[in-house]
């Protein structure tokens, strides 16, 4: 029996551990947390009090044969092929999974961590997330400035659906208008690929949201509640909803190079190999791959590392496929792979209950048992190939 | 990235949009005035976002290079 030993519970971590042939493998995950959740609803918690079973233990998702330990794993030696952990234990291994996911940071941003412990945010945890309801819930008019403050972000439209549903809580509630919607983005349009931004800039403009390109922030001052940005601009607020930068797991690694400045794991973009080994890989946010940091990633990421655990040849594209919930009961998809840029897909109500049924079968999604039929709807909505394209 | 002395390399080849500007956004977080970047990119609409982006935040483009697929951009940054 051959050793495998996953590190982090989450979506990756669970749909793999799950994929694993028990008569092939011995199946060990280690994660620091009990509960596993469910990290789209962060959204519906944060805009539309949700209050659905977004939280499961995570050995309730795991088959029975998985040997799931609860403890934290502070280094990793990639050469020496072993695992420390928190509590001072060893774990040697013949192939190891890295799914540690990513986690927000305040500190990077002077003032960040004052107002996020004020008023929360829809990324971090449930609690933050209960923290930002409760200060939209007390919210009486005024300016909202919602935005991301880095480039690295969990699943993309996220800070686009947060401005499209605030403006749509703010209209329900009839404070619309007495209220300044602004928005702001590093990139050097509302999204970030082009195609897609010529479906969301109409619908901005349409809801009277204010956009800052270019925004990239630098300090907040909480005492007289204004956003400074890199580039020289700046954003008053009441009430903010900004998003933390994002970082890795804090593991050491040997050798260290084995991530980059903000704890990435350094990967082969298609084999999903860690920098230098054979036998040890990530899947998920935890990884620097050239692709969105999504569940869907996660998932098929898991897959690939399961067949070729079991000597199956099998290649990542890149694929992403990212519901967008823009509002009024409508949405969309981003789907783009490494070779086929993001394409321009128009917002419906069919796409919205997708990604509502999606919530219902996530739970059901991580056994693995649905893997056909996911196959399926990847092959239907898979993107063209691109020879050259403008973006 | 890597980063030797003041002058980073960013490579962003075989990385379509937003891909390069993310990692140049990146790159200019950690830059100081002085520092210059050498961006790598392979999706050509790396040169209207990069143009735009130079002209946003007052940094200087030393030079837009394409051999082949491949277009190399110097930045300089000017403005912190
Ligand atoms: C608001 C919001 C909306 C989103 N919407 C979507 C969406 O619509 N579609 C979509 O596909 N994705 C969406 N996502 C993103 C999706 O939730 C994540 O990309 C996905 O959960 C990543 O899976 P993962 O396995 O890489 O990491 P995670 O699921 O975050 O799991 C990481 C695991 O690693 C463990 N861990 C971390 N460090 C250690 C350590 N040192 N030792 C041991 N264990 C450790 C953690 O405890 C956890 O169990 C959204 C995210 C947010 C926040």
């Not at chain 1, 620097?288 to 098929?300: E, F, R």
């Not at chain 1, 048992?369 to 092959?379: C, E, G, Q, R, S």
Request: charged letters at 25%; a positive charge.
């Amino acid at each position: 029996m051959k050793r495998a030993l996953i590190v982090g519970g989450g979506s990756g971590g669970t749909i793999l551990a799950n994929s694993l042939d028990r008569h092939e493998f011995e199946i060990t995950m280690l994660s620091s947390s009990f509960g596993h959740l469910f990290q789209p609803a962060l959204l519906y918690v944060a805009f539309s009090h949700a209050r659905a079973r977004v939280v499961r233990d995570e050995r309730s998702l795991l088959a029975r044969h998985v040997n799931l330990l609860h403890d934290e794993v502070t280094s990793i030696n990639l050469k020496k092929k072993t695992v420390t952990t928190r509590n001072g234990v060893l774990f040697p291994y013949d192939y190891l999974v890295v799914a540690t996911g990513m986690h927000t940071d305040t500190s990077q941003i002077p003032g960040l961590s004052e107002i996020n412990a004020e008023f929360g945010d829809y990324h971090s945890s449930l609690a933050k997330a209960e923290r930002l309801s409760y200060h939209l819930d007390g919210f009486r008019g005024g300016t909202i400035a919602i935005g991301q403050s880095s480039p690295i972000i969990k699943c993309p439209p996220s800070p686009l659906e947060g401005v499209l549903l605030t403006d749509q809580l703010l209209r329900k509630r009839g404070l619309r208008k007495s209220s300044r919607l602004v928005y702001f983005t590093p990139y050097p349009r509302p999204y970030s690929a082009e195609p897609m931004n010529e479906v969301v800039e109409p619908l901005l403009e349409e809801r009277d949201i204010e956009v800052m390109t270019f925004f990239d922030v630098k300090r907040i001052d909480p005492i007289n509640r204004t956003i400074f940005s890199i580039e020289g601009d700046k954003i008053e607020y009441d009430l903010p909803i900004i998003i933390p930068p994002f970082v890795g797991a804090n593991i050491l690694y040997e050798p260290a190079d084995a991530v980059d400045e903000d704890h990435f794991i350094i990967a082969d973009k298609s084999t999903l190999r860690i920098k230098g080994t054979g036998d040890a890989f990530v899947v998920g946010d935890a990884s620097n791959l050239p692709t969105s940091k999504a569940g869907v990633g996660a998932h098929l990421q898991a897959k690939v590392v399961a067949k070729i655990l079991s000597g199956h040849p099998a290649t990542f594209d890149g694929r992403t496929s990212c519901p967008f919930d823009t509002g009024d009961g409508r949405g969309t998809f981003v789907i783009g792979s490494y070779e086929a840029p993001v394409t321009k897909a128009r917002p419906t109500r069919i796409k919205h209950l997708m990604k509502t049924a999606f919530q219902r079968i996530y739970w059901i999604s991580l056994r693995g048992t649905l893997n056909p039929a996911f196959d399926v709807y990847f092959k239907l909505t898979a993107p063209k190939k691109a020879a050259a394209t403008g973006n | 990235m890597n980063q030797t002395s003041g002058r980073t390399l960013v490579d962003s080849r075989g990385s379509s949009c937003p891909g390069p500007i993310t990692d140049l956004a990146i790159a200019y977080r950690r830059s100081k005035v002085g520092d210059v970047i050498e961006l790598w990119a392979t999706d050509p609409g790396v040169k209207a976002d990069v143009n735009a982006w130079a002209t946003k935040t007052s940094n200087q483009i030393v030079s837009i290079d394409e051999t082949g697929e491949k277009i190399t951009v110097i930045i300089r940054i000017t403005k912190r």
